[in-house]
DNA sequence: AGGCTATGTCACCACTCGGTGATATACACC
DNA sequence: GGTGTATATCACCGAGTGGTGACATAGCCT
């Protein structure tokens, strides 16, 4: 027989309820009725346990993972590879793994919009990802290459944000994978050439 | 003696407020009543002129410039310049042109968040002023060079639309003018080499 | 002047929102 | 079994939302 109240329990399926809600209509849903509606719960609850809608997205910022598998992304990159297969895994990595997860996506878009502490706990753990991006390539960040690979990051994050309402930029539908290989090979290609160009005319 | 009736006066009075409303409060404040508000008009006069909040928005989206002077960038583009300086050029005048207009840039934060007569308009918009860059660099659309610029574009518009609430990506703040400088220099230099790179290896 | 219509004002509806107080009840402890 | 407390439910509040009907009146036409 299990516990009719328990209090870790609604705790859980309040998050639960939080994270669904978002997942599946968007940020701009979110409140504290409509969270308390899709866990199954009483509203006071949310208040009893994280005592405002402020606090229900802070625990969920710290409670959950936000950016699923960012984390061990750059734990396996070839760092005796060549600098621009270094840089190009880091950018591809990094779309591939913004594609997978709808919730970080739309966390990702909520951040574009408003600032609350569920966006901003957000935006620092992906801070903390690029950081460690940095370290692992072992260049100083304000390097011509760590801008570069920024813009490019961005570019995709843009494209996989755009193809969500499938309203695709220039035709580009990031979603099929075809279109993805294709951007991809010339993501590749690009930075090939600009490390290729920068041995050429710098060479202290 | 100036009219107090005016049924013209009246419908601008209630597309300038909306325009004032999107630009100072963001996308997420619109509503009848508050457009109604900022407007100084009751509300109903908006469903007497445009039978519902959608159909103000299309309005809007008609009768104003959405992407403020989008469509004379490419006018004066050097035709016979290199490749690679056009589509720098090209870049750099879209994203120029998206940072000094607020009301686009919370135009396009809007429509990666939802669908609404506004924001299907607008995109058709940019699609065309898209359509018009291809035409003027007369490259086949599915060529690796447009691909790329579009990537880089999308990046600095994404730049642009973090920059907005102080959020920065890897400290890249897109509004100061020395950064955006460095940022076009390195596009700029990057367009050469990828160009470069390819006449080098395709000959035919 | 008289009347008609376009224009504008006001009051109201049902609903949802964030938030709170009072009350019921399941469970643990004695 | 009795009691206390943590847990959950219910009813309610004021404010705001999108939307509508009833009414007032300015301005034009005859």
Not at 68 to 81: C, G, Q, T, W, Y
Not at 167 to 186: F, G, L
């Amino acid at each position: 027989m299990t516990k009719h109240r328990d209090s870790e329990k609604t705790r859980e399926k309040i998050l639960a309820g939080l994270e669904r809600l978002i997942t599946r209509e968007g940020f701009t849903g979110v409140g504290v009725n409509a969270v308390a509606r899709e866990a199954g719960v009483d509203k006071v609850l949310i208040y009893r346990y994280f005592g405002s809608m402020g606090g229900l997205l802070e625990a969920f910022a710290n409670e959950k993972k936000l950016c699923p598998r960012m984390e061990d992304i750059f734990d396996n990159l070839p760092v005796d590879a060549p600098h621009y297969e270094i840089a190009t895994r880091i950018i591809l990595d990094h779309s591939r793994a913004l594609l997978k997860s709808p919730l970080a996506q739309e966390l990702v878009c909520w951040k574009l919009t408003e600032q609350n502490p569920l966006t901003t706990a957000f935006g620092k753990s992906m801070e903390k990802n690029e950081m460690k991006a940095l370290a692992e390539m072992g260049i100083v960040p304000d390097d011509a290459a760590v801008t570069l690979v920024t813009v490019l990051i961005c570019g995709l994050q843009y494209l996989i944000l755009r193809g969500r309402n499938n309203n695709p930029m220039m035709n580009i539908d990031y979603s099929k994978p075809e279109t993805r290989e294709n951007v991809e090979r010339i993501i590749s290609s690009v930075m090939k050439a600009f490390f290729e160009s920068r041995e050429g005319d710098s060479e202290k």
